[in-house]
């Protein structure tokens, strides 16, 4: 066995038993860019509900829409009665709740769906003046694409440590969802995301995402 593989075969061993959720990381960030209070919001791809549960303190009513059965059944027995989250099982984006929303989210799921029309779809099931936020997943291509995945390897290991305080721990509920490879680079999600959402504003980020930030006018 080479070292490169023995390296990777290591850090798997590492993550398998000290696992962390790299999307619930950026959901402080999510409430950053949404007002401190709103009336309806919808979150798709919602996985065990964690980030809808979040939105539910500043919305009056949250949307929570996943295509995976046992997942939606996982975030309504992780939801407490009193909370204003309403969880339905849906494909995206053309089977989605009535809006329109203040505030659409989508964390990890975009890349499930075909980019374009999916943008579409939250368009026009946001209320103007609403946020769209997108957190998603993007083919690595460029040279700054591995640099910064090469950089994110170190600190993944970090956090890794610091959010299970050096012991082990089992896979949280939010990691038990289907997954699946992104297929599109990120200056094609750019170009596609800036055609169908003028003065939309993406960025690059650590641990293998990309944000997406738009306000309809």
Avoid at 10 to 21: E, G, I, V
Avoid at 204 to 211: D, S
Wanted: glycine share 8%; proline share 11%.
């Amino acid at each position: 066995m080479t070292p490169p593989s023995r390296i990777i075969q290591a850090l798997d061993r590492f993550h398998a038993a000290h696992p962390w959720d790299h999307n619930a990381h950026y959901h402080p960030w999510i409430l950053r860019q949404l007002p401190r209070s709103f009336g309806s919001a919808l979150d798709v791809g919602c996985g065990t509900g964690d980030l809808a549960r979040l939105l539910a303190s500043r919305a009056r009513a949250v949307d929570g829409v996943d295509a995976d059965p046992a997942i939606v059944t996982r975030a309504r027995e992780l939801t407490p009665p009193a909370v204003p989250v309403t969880f339905t099982v849906a494909d995206a984006p053309h089977d989605l709740p009535p809006g329109p929303h203040d505030v659409v989210t989508c964390v990890a799921a975009i890349h499930h769906m075909p980019f374009g029309d999916a943008l579409a779809g939250f368009r026009q099931h946001l209320a103007p003046g609403g946020t769209l936020v997108v957190v998603g997943l993007a083919r690595a291509e460029t040279p700054g694409d591995h640099l910064l995945g090469a950089a994110a390897v170190p600190a993944n290991v970090g956090m890794a440590w610091i959010k299970n305080r050096g012991r082990t721990a089992p896979r949280p509920d939010a990691m038990t969802a289907p997954t699946r490879p992104a297929t599109m680079s990120f200056p094609d999600i750019v170009r596609e995301a800036r055609r169908v959402l003028p003065g939309v504003r993406l960025r690059r980020r650590l641990f293998w995402r990309y944000t997406l930030v738009w306000h309809r006018p």
